[in-house]
């Protein structure tokens, strides 16, 4: 974990109620894909935790969702504007695992730390689907991205606007090929996706849950869970635990 | 050059700065981030007899200028605390360590004080009466003066170890406990706990909180933490920690003068991970600013001249 004073390079909306910022700092201490920051914000004790969406030298990027006062007040932060910021928070996908061909399988705001995965297979030569699940057409964002990257994207939106009507298990299933066409998921998103998720893959894979966290670096038990192996803190051993750990 | 060591029942620590309870860990999970011996000492996570998952979760809310917790006293009981956490703690922290000790029975405390009584780690053991006796009626021990000057007796027995009550301030007259916790034997009181507090989801109509109800504590509740320390250090002779959203060497200055002998640093330290070390540098300074060449020279000063009614 470092704590650094980052810079705010891009505030931009993306949906309705997504929105992507790009912020400059000493980014040195994020390792993998899955982890996550957590920004002070002023007036508000607690700092908000966002997951990595991508990194590209000393730039950060983060993609948060309006949820309540805090993110709707980082939606009026401007160019320029200084944030305090703690780095390298959390445990993130081990990439190792993934065999040739990995489906990364995210839920609206879920979606952005398998931005960072799906670049870091794409390099390591994989052959990489993205599974991406939105309520409507209007919350959709960075299939294009997805794509520019390599991947096979396949789009599932509840109202059947885009893509396949659905959730992205139902998506999941259209999946072809040997076997049950991946060799191993990675996933974020809301826990009842995640739980479905986890019921109707056919392979082992990692997901990364969400939590009202204290302080995201592990001392104040405030996102506890259990496991096979024991109590994890979601900030700290998480939030990317293995389908084998958990007791669903 | 400003001479920040205190006594604490007895033992000198180099400043009168502790992490409370439940805010720094068993220390060595802190330690990866700073060298944790620049302070007096820290209060480890509150540890019971057995191993506890505590409540459901979400445990934490944010409210303005704090938050609430009920984490539930989540511990691997005090077994492995002694065979793991200490030993961890032993390879980072060279001073003496303040345990802090739960329990739901009288029993239940005379346990856990009795087993570390014999770690020559643990300096002190403040004892929490925060929790709900399960053998009177689920009534915190710290509400009522018989109960917790029942817990100080039995404690006492079992240890030569000071013991240091803490008391929640969720009574009518915590002066009353504070004054039936000395009189049973207590070697100094620390104080507050947390605040009851609830917070609900608009949106949902829920509580935030799976537990309902859970401690507030930060910023938020400084003033009323400074008042009861005021009150009880006026009303004991042993020493007092005072401790409830103390954010800053001011704040640890004005715990002082209102009574107390050392002050505990709690929820800032959970968004400032560093707050405690930076509270621990700024110390020396803000005496200077104020003119204050030894801490022992403050305490209690705001209690001098005048009468409390």
Redesign the interface.
Known sequence: ?K?TIFTIQENKQLTTTTWRMKLSGDTSDIKSAGQFVNI?LDG????RPISVCDLEGDILTIIYKVLGQGTEEMTQFSIGKKLDV?TGLGNGYDLSLSGERPVLIGGGVGIPPLYLAAKKLIADGKKVTAVLGYNASDEIYYVDEFKDLGCEVIVATLDGSVGKKGFVTDALKELKGEDCGYTYFYTCGPEPMLKAVYNVTKTSGQLSFE?????G??????????TVSG?KRICKEGPVLKKEELLW | MADTKVRLCGIEIDNPIIPASGTFGYGYEMAEYYDINCLGTFSFKGTTKDPRFGNETPRIAECPAGMLNSVGLQNPGVDKVVSEELPKLATVFDKKVMANVSGFSIDEYVHVCERLDKVDQVGWLEVNISCPNVHGGGMSFGTNPRQASSVVTEVKKVTTKPVIIKLTPNVTDITSIALACEEAGADGISLINTLLGMRIDIKTGKPVLANIMGGLSGPAIFPVALRMVYQVAKAVNVPVIGMGGVSSAEDVIEMMMAGATAVGVGAVNLVNPFASRDIVNNLPLVMEKYGIENLNSIIGMSQEGIQYG
């Open positions: 974990m704590q002070k508000y004790f607690l700092r703690l939590e009202r966290m204290g302080c670096f592990g001392v104040c038990m405030g996102c506890s869970c259990k109590y």
